[in-house]
């Protein structure tokens, strides 16, 4: 025989206090002091879930910066075999690597302003086509 079975009555758990288990009912500041009791192990709970969630976003960040660092290195070394054109005497456009760096890092910063901007590129891609189609009938 254990000491948990022989200590433990049936139905009844080992957080609840003795005067629970023969019915009576729980005075006032029992039931504000296991309120508080559940509300500790809860914040304790969802302080460790919110530090799970951080780690894993900065590792999911990390990736994404280490991704794109190694698709800027190939673009880097496929453009570096090119020569660049005679004919070229304005100024030179960023790679898009460089853009898409800029857009990964101001999405990390500023997501709703992201979103937001997205939506905008969205919605003038979709415009568009619509005033095009237009002046062609």
Known sequence: MTTDSATTRSGVSGDQPESAADGDQLSPEEVVVALLRQQETLL???????EQLERSQE?????????????EYR????????????NDTGPVAPPHS????KRLDFAIRHPRRAISAAERR????????????????
Do not use: F, H
Not at 59 to 70: G, H, P, T
């Open 44 to 50: 304790a709970e969802l302080s460790w879930a919110y």
């Open 59 to 71: 590792s999911e960040i990390a990736a994404l910066r280490s991704r794109v660092s190694s698709l």
């Open 75 to 86: 673009v880097a070394k496929k453009l570096k075999g090119r020569s660049a054109p005679q």
């Open 98 to 101: 460089t853009s898409a760096r």
């Open 122 to 137: 969205l919605r003038a891609r979709n415009e568009t086509p619509a005033a095009q189609e237009g002046l062609t009938k």
